[in-house]
């Protein structure tokens, strides 16, 4: 696609999307105000999509028996080593309590996504790991989000991609940052105009 072919196609985005009228997805129409900034429209606009892509993943996610929070210890104890892992190792994995990953584990257990092994290593310990069953849904569901994901980002070459995926981690760093000592005092003591 040329140059020209893309800013044609940009300015029939533009015209097609009016920014202004998007709502946040948690707001009705009626409590939509005007964009006033640049920043504005951009936190609308990502807070839009994010809604849709996680509107399209939690379809795969009601498809597959599971929920997120247990898809992801799905994904942590299959990246674990071949012997498993600790509860410990899983809740420190996930940044997550161990007590909230104990109640995860139980009910998982119980309905036959997980199992324990003692260690090998250490038989005062016990290792989770994955069943057949939740191996055969994790494969399954992730190659249904992949597909998802295809399609959600079709309109965008990868090229583009990976530039919005380089402007995403860019303002990620810069909100996990402390501020920056003179933006934390014109912050504490606005100048009076």
């Not at 992730?142 to 399609?151: D, G, S, V, Y």
């Not at 402007?167 to 014109?186: F, N, S, V, Y």
Request: with cysteine; charged share 25%; hydrophobic share 35%.
């Amino acid at each position: 696609m040329t140059d020209l072919d893309r800013n044609e196609q940009d300015e029939r985005l533009n015209h097609a999307v009016d920014l202004r009228s998007i709502p946040f997805p948690q707001e009705s129409e009626a409590t939509v105000a005007p964009v006033e900034s640049v920043e504005q429209e951009t936190t609308l606009m990502l807070r839009t999509v994010l809604k849709q892509i996680d509107d399209e993943l939690q379809q795969v996610y009601d498809q597959s028996e599971l929920n997120e929070a247990r898809i992801e210890i799905l994904k942590a104890l299959s990246l674990a080593h071949s012997h498993g892992c600790t509860q410990v190792e899983l809740a420190n994995s996930l940044g997550q309590s161990e007590a909230n990953i104990s109640a995860m584990v139980s009910r998982m257990r119980r309905d036959g996504w997980i199992y324990r092994v003692r260690s090998q290593a250490d038989r005062r310990k016990s290792n989770l790991m994955l069943t057949s069953k939740s191996l055969q849904i994790l494969g399954d569901v992730h190659q249904q989000i992949n597909q998802k994901l295809e399609r959600l980002f079709a309109s965008l070459e990868k090229t583009e991609c990976r530039q919005l995926a380089n402007l995403l981690g860019k303002l990620h760093i810069g909100l996990t940052l402390p501020q920056h000592p003179a933006a934390a005092q014109e912050t504490q003591h606005p100048v009076a105009g």
